[in-house]
C-alpha cells in the first residue's frame, strides 16, 4: 500500500493522537509557522501513521481522497478551525485558562458531529468502534481528534498537559515523566536547542 504523500514523516512527540493533531503547525510561536497538513493528502497520511484508524481501515481512508484529486488544499472551516479549537483549548488547560465558552460550544459541535461517525461492530473477541460513511465524507479524516480530544479533556491526564518551554515552538505534549517536570516537547529538539541558548548566553557575558 503506497502512502498518499510521498517522503514525509511526521514527528508524534506529544503522546496523544489530539496534541499531535494540534502539533501540525511547525514553529506554531513564531514568525516562520509552517503548515504541515496543507493539503486532504497530507492530513490523510497523518491520520495513518498517527495510528487513530486501525490498518484495516486505512485502505478505505486512501481510497477517499484518491476518488477526489479534485479536493486538494484543506478547508479552513473544517479541519484547520478543528486543529486550531483544540489547540487553543489545550493550551490554555496547560496555563490553567479556562477556554471561553463559546469556543468551547464550537468545539462541541465536532464532538457530536463526529458521534454520528461512530458505529460499533462485532469482531472475534468482542466489539470494537469504527469510524464509517469513508466514501461519502471528506469528515471522518479528522473527526477521530475531535472524539480523541474530548476524551481527554474528561480524562485524568488532563493535568499532564503541557506547552513546549522553548521560544517559538508552543508545541504540547502529555506530561508523563516520573517528577512531571518535562519542559520540552522533545528534548533532542528543543530541550537541546535550550541547552545550547543558554550555553552561549553564559559564554557571551563571561567574555
Known sequence: ???LVKDIHFQFVAGHPCLDFANTVDNRGSAN???LIPTYAHLAEFAKQCGVFPPD??????????GAPQVAELEPAGPIRLRELIYEIFSGVAHNKAPAPARLAQFNQFVKEAVHYRTLVAQENGFRWKWVD???EFKVLWFPFAWEAAN???SDDLKFVRECASPGCAWLFLDKSKSHSRRWCDMKVCGNRSKARKFYQRSKAQG
Do not use: D, H
Open 152 to 154: 481527554l479533556l474528561a
Open 33 to 35: 509557522a509552517t503548515e
Open 1 to 3: 500500500m503506497s502512502a
Open 134 to 136: 469513508y466514501k461519502r
Open 57 to 66: 481501515e486505512i485502505n478505505e481512508i486512501e481510497s477517499l481522497v484518491r
